[in-house]
């Protein structure tokens, strides 16, 4: 089975992690992990590749999406904001330097709850040109310090048929037979390390079958077996033509041919260029070479310290040992005393206690340095893994690098046999042109001026062929170039642009933040000075209303009092009025009984008296009838009166405040109580009419 990519299988593996989820990608933007990861439900998909020729031919090529984004990774902070992805996945770690950042990055780009996916090569099973790769321990240590929770996982490639019963009962069980593979094959190809904030886990065992035509992934082997062959065909060519201008006995004059050795220059020059850059690529062996010597010295060093700690720790274990063998011996030595004196066995009990208390501190060191022996050998054994590995890339790279010179030898001595054969033949062509004129070599000579013609177009065809293969690769290189170059040179203008657009952004920003900072500061202010105001407002307010519930309560107060007073008013003008109508109706039954005297006298006057007396009769009379009629007009004038002041006094009863009435009241009340008082008294000084007199129609006189 071809080796195929890490990134096919992840899709399919990460399905139920990415369905319906925003998922980031940190690697090669070539590789279809991304589409792939849409395929399998993920609803966005962000790709990040640090190369931006990269990001440039996938944008050219495909396109802008919605759902799938691609863009280069830059050197500071995305413009997205952390924990904004479920899942980020880095299919190679192999492309960062340094490794750590791109971890850290991970970490702030996932969410509290997604998954970080990191993978990266086994470096017991794939040589890289790589100068650094992870182990092992190396990648958990290296995810554990971001993450708290670290599942590792480990990618194998897999080959093999597969029986299945074709009408099975029920769910039938999966058999997996490794037998037919050896140990080392089954070693994983690429580690597999899940990241997480909180427990998660994945599928523990899965089989994802690929399709058998995936391409295999080209690297400098194929380039330089295809450089191999070519110039093994090359070879082959420059051989059957030496071989047959070798074979010609004579060789026409002709002339020399520009075009022919222009191509041949050309020629020349390309295989100097290959040349140059195969001894580029000996000498960037060289180094790497040069490396990975002072890194197996690094690593034979280390594991010589290894090997001494080891050694150090097993001769501290061996003492712990004895030190535990003997305590257990004491133990039972104390114990099988059983003809002790009573009187010490309190200080066998101490004893024995502190002896338990050695023993289980004994038991825990020499727990502690079996574990940490344990985990010595586990990394002396990776360390000796990796001296192997880099023992064994150091033969490979030295081989590779012997053949490389190899290589270079053989087509230096080719050159120059090629030069040589040239100036042999320039020399041959001078040489024949001397030579006499037969009608048979003539023949002979056109024939094989015509086979070699023959040869000269076929070889020039082909040679003309592959020299405009050549050019069209080049030319579509040099477009290829063109193109990447224009798309660089669109690129750093775009993110010129974004960096302006950015700077602006950030500026206008920071002047909101400080105007926003100034208004806050302000209302800050405003708010003090509100809050000022409101308790002095709620104090005056609060004080205000004590002195008006104060005022309030003395008006009450005062009311009630003037209440009080003016019910107490009242009820003596009630009293008085209520004297003053006892007064009046026995005034009134005074005048009416002066009425019904006069009356009676006027009837009992005789009406022939004498003249003088009856003039002084009828004048004294009219006189009382005047009085009479006055003082009865003046009566009713004090009931009208008296009943005024009744309604005025009924209105202020009804009004119950104090008023300018009530003293005008008074004053008319006062004033009515004068009169009734004159007419009482002008009533009481009026003499009365004697019986005898008014029979006998005598008028008593006035004094």
């Known amino acids: 089975m071809q080796p195929t990519d890490a990134s096919v299988v992840l899709a399919p593996y990460l399905e139920p992690v990415i369905r319906g989820r925003r998922v980031a990608v940190l690697g090669d933007a070539?590789?279809?992990?991304?589409?792939?990861?849409?395929?399998?439900?993920?609803?966005?998909?962000?790709?990040?590749?640090?190369?931006?020729?990269?990001?440039?031919?996938?944008?050219?090529?495909?396109?802008?999406?919605?759902?799938?984004?691609?863009a280069p990774l830059p050197d500071g902070e995305l413009a997205v904001r952390d924990g904004a992805f479920d899942t980020v996945v880095v299919p190679n770690l192999v492309l960062f330097d340094p490794v750590d950042t791109v971890v850290a990055r991970a970490r702030k780009l996932v969410a509290a709850h997604g998954y970080a996916v990191f993978v990266s090569p086994n470096p017991d099973r794939t040589a890289s040109s790589v100068e650094r790769q992870l182990s092992y321990y190396e990648l958990y240590d290296l995810i554990a310090l971001q993450f708290p929770e670290v599942r590792m996982l480990?990618?194998?490639?897999?080959?093999?048929?597969?029986?299945?019963?074709f009408a099975p009962e029920g769910d039938p069980d999966v058999v997996v037979d490794t037998s037919l593979v050896d140990r080392k094959d089954q070693e994983p190809k690429w580690f597999v390390a899940l990241g997480t904030q909180q427990a998660r886990r994945l599928d523990?065992?899965?089989?994802?079958?690929?399709?058998?035509?995936?391409?295999?992934?080209?690297?400098?082997?194929?380039?330089?077996?295809?450089?191999?062959?070519?110039?093994?065909?090359?070879?082959?060519?420059?051989?059957?033509?030496?071989?047959?201008?070798?074979?010609?006995?004579?060789?026409?004059?002709?002339?020399?041919?520009?075009?022919?050795?222009?191509a041949l220059e050309a020629s020349l020059r390309e295989k100097e260029e290959e040349l140059r850059r195969v001894e580029l690529r000996a000498?960037?062996?060289?180094?790497?070479?040069?490396?990975?010597?002072?890194?197996v010295r690094d690593l034979e060093e280390e594991l010589r310290h290894q090997r001494d700690r080891a050694f150090r720790?097993?001769?501290?274990?061996?003492?712990?040992?004895?030190?535990?063998?003997?305590?257990e011996l004491e133990l039972r030595m104390i114990r099988s005393r059983a003809d002790m004196p009573p009187v010490q066995e309190g200080a066998s009990k101490v004893e024995i206690d502190r002896l338990r208390a050695a023993l289980g501190q004994a038991e825990t060191q020499v727990a502690t340095l079996q574990s940490e022996n344990s985990t010595l050998r586990d990394r002396l054994t990776d360390a000796e893994k990796q001296g192997l590995f880099l023992r064994d890339s150091l033969e490979d790279i030295r081989t590779e690098k012997l053949q490389v010179e190899k290589h270079v030898v053989d087509l230096q001595r080719a050159l120059a046999e090629k030069e040589a054969r040239i100036d042999e033949l320039d020399a041959l062509v001078v040489d024949l042109q001397e030579a006499s004129g037969d009608p048979e070599l003539e023949r002979e000579l056109d024939r094989t001026r015509r086979e070699l013609a023959d040869l000269q177009a076929s070889f020039d065809a082909s040679l003309q062929s592959k020299l405009s293969e050549v050019a069209k690769l080049v030319r579509e290189r040099d477009d290829a170039r063109a193109r990447a170059e224009q798309v660089r040179l669109d690129k750093e203008q775009r993110l010129v642009s974004v960096a302006q657009e950015r700077d602006t952004a950030r500026a206008s920003l920071q002047a909101s933040l400080e105007k926003s900072a100034d208004l806050e500061a302000a209302l800050h202010t405003l708010r003090e000075q509100l809050s000022a105001l409101q308790s002095a407002a709620s104090q005056q307010h609060d004080q205000t209303l004590v002195e008006m519930t104060q005022r309030r309560d003395e008006a009450v107060a005062m009311l009630e009092s003037l209440r009080q007073q003016q019910?107490?008013?009242?009820?003596?003008?009630?009293?008085?009025?209520?004297?003053?109508?006892?007064?009046?109706?026995?005034?009134?039954?005074?005048?009416?009984?002066?009425?019904?005297l006069v009356r009676e006298l006027v009837q009992r006057l005789p009406e022939v008296s004498q003249?003088?007396?009856?003039?002084?009769?009828?004048?004294?009379?009219?006189?009382?009838?005047?009085?009479?009629?006055?003082?009865?007009?003046?009566?009713?004038?004090?009931?009208w009166k008296v009943a005024e002041l009744e309604q005025r006094l009924r209105d202020q009863e009804e009004r119950t405040e104090v008023s300018t009435e009530v003293a005008e009241l008074e004053r008319a009340l006062f004033a009515a109580q004068n009169e009734l008082d004159a007419m009482r008294q002008a009533l009481a000084t009026r003499p009365a009419v004697p019986a005898d007199m008014a029979g006998s129609g005598q008028v008593p006189q006035e004094k």
């Open 204 to 262: 523990p065992f899965t089989i994802i079958q690929v399709p058998g035509d995936l391409a295999p992934v080209a690297g400098d082997e194929a380039v330089t077996n295809a450089l191999q062959q070519e110039v093994q065909s090359l070879k082959k060519e420059l051989e059957q033509t030496r071989s047959q201008a070798a074979s010609l006995p004579i060789v026409p004059r002709v002339q020399p041919r520009n075009e022919r050795v222009e």
């Open 567 to 596: 019910e107490q008013e009242v009820e003596a003008l009630e009293h008085t009025l209520r004297e003053r109508g006892q007064e009046i109706q026995r005034l009134q039954s005074d005048v009416m009984h002066h009425e019904l």
């Open 313 to 327: 720790l097993s001769n501290d274990l061996e003492e712990e040992k004895k030190s535990h063998t003997k305590a």
């Open 283 to 295: 000498g960037d062996n060289h180094v790497r070479a040069g490396r990975l010597e002072n890194k």
């Open 611 to 639: 003249a003088e007396a009856q003039g002084v009769t009828d004048a004294r009379r009219d006189t009382w009838l005047e009085e009479s009629a006055r003082r009865e007009g003046e009566l009713q004038q004090a009931r």
């Open 30 to 70: 070539t590789d279809p992990l991304g589409s792939a990861l849409l395929e399998r439900g993920a609803r966005l998909v962000h790709v990040y590749d640090p190369d931006a020729s990269r990001v440039a031919e996938v944008l050219a090529r495909q396109g802008a999406s919605r759902t799938l984004m691609t």
């Open 154 to 165: 480990g990618q194998a490639p897999f080959s093999g048929y597969l029986i299945a019963d």
